[in-house]
């Protein structure tokens, strides 16, 4: 059986035209342009992706959620999401508001239900577990307005021109697809770089008593250096077609920005894919994090505190290639020392790629390498 | 901060988790015992009774845009 929807119920909005009546004859002063981000965090609420959330989160959730890592009604929940408006920003409870995308076309109508403050510095410590700028998330959350409104989301607006939407399903249609495999267990794999041979090999350890993988690149902003949407995608294409017999895979997109939350982002990674039917969800070292704000597997050890998240963690060590044991290995299988093993650090393997080298093929697959090569840009600059 | 209230528990059950935590790693106290129970019990509950969130109608045409894309 797929999970059950966070929270009990898949919350699933109204989609409409972007012409639809709802979205005119709105006063410029209750149009709210936000951000990729933002525009990325609607419609993940419209598809049901963040159930049980139907919109924005008012202050008491907020406040439960950074305590004590749940929803006021005690639903496990662990980072909050809010919708941060300038103080010039004038509506007030009970306006209903048009938001848009950069670009003024409509994205959703928002009842407003509170307006409040939060303080920044506490939301970084509790989500972030550090004040540090220099960490990404707190970066964001200190250049973001401390003043929030909360409501819910009354209709959303389709957004044609979407060049994943083929490759983007929304949880309804993954639980459909789920069933028609007649798939009951199901782990799903965060990932947000092109495939390594590491990956695969976890995907496949977990295949081996699991009936499918849910393969879900998060796509979005991204940092300098990074690989492209568009070559992630393509990558885990090729590794599919190769390397996975047929009915064992399911790859779909999830628009979302990485916070780097480390811990608290893992629920929140397990929370939305537990949304999408899978029964079970990867996670590795570090999952999550950035730099050395977390330590190895708090990301895994946190699952410890929620024992109704209604999906299980697989927990895995890095796997490498080992010389001695000819083959795909983890400190938990080989016994063997650090220099029989083959690593590659993410730069150096960037390094080659974009030299046009091919990377050892204990490190990628050779038709992972060639689509990521044959991309004229392969990197975001 | 938490908020708590209080719940009554039979003494000699209360005497009973302290002695089985007294030997697990992991809980703080009976407290926090029992809300680790409660909510995995508690969890376990709700989701038998989850409705299914379509329709067969709505999984018609589901089906179709999934075979559109050639997912099935
Ligand atoms: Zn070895």
Not at chain 1, 89 to 99: A, C, N, S, Y
Not at chain 1, 161 to 187: C, H, M, N, Q
Not at chain 1, 288 to 293: E, I, L
Not at chain 1, 295 to 311: H, W
Request: net charge negative.
């Amino acid at each position: 059986m797929v999970s059950v929807p966070h929270g009990g119920e898949l919350v699933q909005l109204d989609v409409v035209d972007p012409s639809h009546d709802a979205f005119n004859g709105y006063d410029k002063s209750l149009m709210l342009p936000v951000s990729k981000e933002t525009e990325a965090t609607v419609l993940n609420i419209a598809s049901g992706i963040l159930s049980p959330l139907t919109g924005f989160m008012g202050e008491e959730d907020c406040k439960t959620v950074l305590d004590s890592m749940r929803l006021s009604d005690d639903t496990p929940w662990s980072i909050p999401v809010l919708l941060h408006v300038a103080s010039s920003f004038t509506p007030q409870v009970r306006d209903e508001i048009v938001l848009t995308d950069e670009g003024g076309s409509p994205l959703a109508n928002l009842l407003i239900d509170e307006r409040f403050k939060i303080d920044r510095k506490e939301y970084a410590e509790k989500v972030y577990g550090t004040s540090d700028p220099a960490h990404p998330g707190v970066a964001r959350i200190f250049s973001s307005p401390d003043s929030v409104l909360a409501g819910r989301i009354r209709r959303f607006a389709a957004r044609p021109g979407d060049p994943f939407s083929d490759v983007t399903l929304a949880p309804r249609e993954t639980r459909v697809l789920f069933g028609e495999k007649s798939w009951r267990t199901i782990v799903a794999f965060q990932t947000r770089n092109p495939p390594h041979l590491s990956h695969e090999y976890v995907q496949k350890t977990a295949l081996a008593f699991a009936d499918g993988l849910f393969i879900n690149p998060v796509l979005g902003k991204k940092k300098v250096g990074d690989f492209r949407d568009e070559v992630i995608v393509a990558a885990y294409k090729a590794l599919i077609r190769n390397y996975y017999p047929q009915n064992c895979c399911v790859l779909s997109v999830l628009h979302y920005e990485m916070q780097y939350a480390g811990p608290r982002e893992a629920i929140m990674h397990a929370i939305m894919r537990k949304n999408f039917g899978c029964t079970h969800i990867a996670i590795g070292r570090d999952h999550a994090g950035v730099g050395s704000y977390y330590r190895p597997y708090a990301a895994q050890e946190i699952f410890k505190e929620f024992p109704d998240l209604g999906i299980t963690p697989l927990f895995f060590r890095e796997f490498f290639y080992c010389r001695k044991c000819a083959g795909m290995a983890n400190e938990k299988t080989c016994p063997h020392g650090e220099d029989d093993h083959l690593t590659i650090s993410g730069t150096r393997l960037r390094e080659l790629l974009d030299g046009g080298e091919s990377p050892p093929k204990e490190v990628m697959r050779p038709e992972v390498a060639s689509v990521i090569m044959s991309d004229p840009d392969p990197f975001v600059r | 901060m938490t908020k708590y209230t209080t719940v009554s528990l039979p003494v000699t059950l209360h005497k009973r988790v302290e002695r089985l935590i007294a030997e697990k790693e992991g809980f703080k106290s009976v407290s926090d015992y029992v809300t680790y129970v409660l909510r995995e019990v508690v969890a376990m509950h709700e989701t038998e009774k989850t409705p299914a969130p379509f329709t067969s109608k709505d999984v018609e045409v589901i089906k179709s845009r999934l075979k559109a894309l050639g997912y099935i």
